[in-house]
């Protein structure tokens, strides 16, 4: 498997990481068909993996972080969905909320997928983490996604406090495909004029669709997300190629004024890395104060491999004092703007 210098650039526990997942049998992505891609190993497999080598039990990890879970549905455009409700233990009264949207390029992966990153945001932010499930594509193609993530914001708008969760404190959250959703979420609010997210938390969102870029071209054939990859997951998302002018999908090209402020991390060995950091800049241009840290040495998919990765510890813990300090200014009397609002 060419890795174009990732276990070069890599840091020595994320090559672990990407080691472990090469002997475990994945293919590169956008190599085979849609199923065999779905049912092969991840990288979240490659992380347990990588504990039972090193002598730990992954279940027994995730124990002790105390956070109870619940498996609910919410009412998509087309019928109910999955989602998860994460709530840490022994907390009391309604805590602040996170619909938190998970990667996989709109195509592969699900919620168990990235329960690690949720169980973490839960944990260290202490809040409430809904983790929604989406239509996929190809079976369900662009906007099917994107719509259902709206819906999923709303319905958690009005039933926050079925859950133990506070209404007037939720933010969106999302990696990779789901950071696009997150962002599109807070779009969506500022047009359709209804409640704002507290903050925007992107973690290596799809931020554009110019895959010339120049962390494109360093990170062509990085491992676990390639060039290929982001050209297979467009492939089988769009209806046509003139989605990839879509502003949902070309977030960079988006209007991005009077959006909730944000934090947006990204990754060295990573082809988004670049369309993650012009999202970023030009959050701020806009209006939105935004905190941005790329990790260098991290490859796409880190942030929820905390008990393997360092830097997703790190990263963890950026996000979650960021979405700390977005709650608790909400509970003091926050300045972020809600639709039609304009900062000062």
Do not use: C
């Amino acid at each position: 498997m060419d890795d174009s210098g990732t276990m070069k650039r890599a840091d020595n526990d994320m090559g672990r990481v990407i080691v472990k997942l090469q002997e475990l049998g994945a293919k590169p992505l956008g190599t085979q068909s849609v199923e065999e891609t779905r049912n092969g190993p991840t990288p979240a497999d490659a992380v347990k993996a990588l504990l039972k080598d090193d002598g730990k039990d992954p279940d027994a990890l995730m124990a002790q972080m105390k956070v109870a879970k619940q498996d609910i549905t919410y009412s998509g455009p087309s019928g109910d969905l999955p989602a998860r409700v994460y709530r840490p233990e022994g907390t009391q009264g309604a805590l602040p909320v996170v619909v938190f949207y998970h990667g996989g390029g709109w195509v592969i992966a699900d919620i168990n997928t990235y329960e690690a990153s949720a169980m973490a945001l839960a944990k260290k932010a202490n809040a409430v983490v809904v983790s929604v499930e989406y239509r996929h594509a190809p079976e369900h193609k662009f906007p099917a996604a994107h719509e259902d993530a709206i819906a999923a914001y709303s319905w958690v708008l009005k039933n926050a406090q079925s859950f133990g969760g506070d209404p007037t404190r939720v933010a969106v959250a999302g990696e990779s495909a789901g950071g696009n959703l997150a962002a599109n979420v807070a779009i969506a609010a500022r047009e359709g004029k209804f409640q704002q997210p507290a903050h925007m938390l992107l973690i290596y969102p799809v931020a554009g669709t110019d895959m010339t870029t120049a962390s494109y071209k360093e990170n062509e054939n990085a491992i676990p997300l390639s060039k290929q990859a982001m050209e297979w997951f467009a492939k089988n998302t769009v209806q046509s190629e003139a989605d990839l002018k879509d502003p949902r999908l070309n977030l960079v090209q988006a209007n991005l004024k009077d959006l909730p402020d944000a934090t947006v991390i990204t990754a060295e060995i990573d082809p988004l890395m670049t369309e993650g950091k012009t999202l970023s800049e030009k959050l701020k241009a806009a209006g939105s104060k935004v905190t941005y840290q790329n990790f260098e040495g991290a490859t796409h998919e880190f942030f929820g491999m905390a008990p393997a990765v360092a830097d997703a510890d790190k990263a963890q813990d950026l996000a979650a004092r960021e979405l700390r300090e977005a709650f608790s200014a909400k509970t003091t009397g926050s300045t972020t703007p809600r639709s039609g609002e304009k900062k000062q």
